[in-house]
């Protein structure tokens, strides 16, 4: 599976349990992707906009912190309303109405529904297990459902695992154990003469003629 095609796969998920959320039962695949493609490039310019501004703000340790999402979470239109820097400064005062509505929805009911359906917070009338407070994603637990061991493994050197240790490829009959001792082999065979002579058959016909040369 390509990049783009994984991304959006990894999106769907939440996305559908975002629409459950809100009271919708059913949906087109077409229309599925369509705002799966629209959240990803959502994404992909409030990540851009955020390295953007750590870059500015910044340049010595580009880090992006909590200054540079909220800057551009301004940019996307996300904290709003919001009044603009001159007129906060003829105010004399920080306008924090986007930042407080954006706070109250955070934990409001809106995202306690979509939690609830993603099964990070108990339904009403739920017994909870000390198991659910260690909840985890819905990612970590699909990758669990399809691997029978249970393990990591599976998805080391992935972009849904960690990331492989690098080892030496085998070679299987030769002097050379692996590609590197390969590589040093064959410089090592090449002499200067080689090396000169190859140097030369690079150079241009109407070079290669002293009498021609101005020196």
Known sequence: MSGP????????????????????????PSVL??????????MFWLAKLTARHATNSHPDNPVPNLDDIRLALQDMSVLRPQMRDAEEQWQGEE???????????????INHEIRR???FVPSEGDVIDAEFLEQEDYLTTLKKKHSKTGEESRYAGTVL????????????????????????QVKARITPA??????MSSVPSSLSDAEELDI
């Not at 959006?8 to 996305?15: K, S």
């Not at 992707?33 to 959502?42: G, H, K, L, M």
């Not at 306008?95 to 009911?109: A, H, K, S, V």
């Open 5 to 28: 095609n994984l991304y959006n796969a990894l999106l769907r998920p939440p996305i559908i349990q975002i629409f459950r959320a809100a009271g919708f039962h059913s949906m087109r």
């Open 33 to 42: 992707d369509s705002v799966a493609d629209i959240t990803a490039q959502y």
């Open 95 to 109: 306008d924090l109405r986007g930042l407080e509505t954006f706070i109250d929805w955070f934990t409001g009911p």
């Open 117 to 119: 359906v993603a099964c």
């Open 161 to 184: 695992g960690k990331s492989g240790e690098e080892h030496l490829i085998t070679i299987e009959g030769g002097d050379a154990m692996n590609i590197k001792d390969w590589v040093t």
């Open 194 to 199: 080689e090396s000169i002579s190859s140097a």
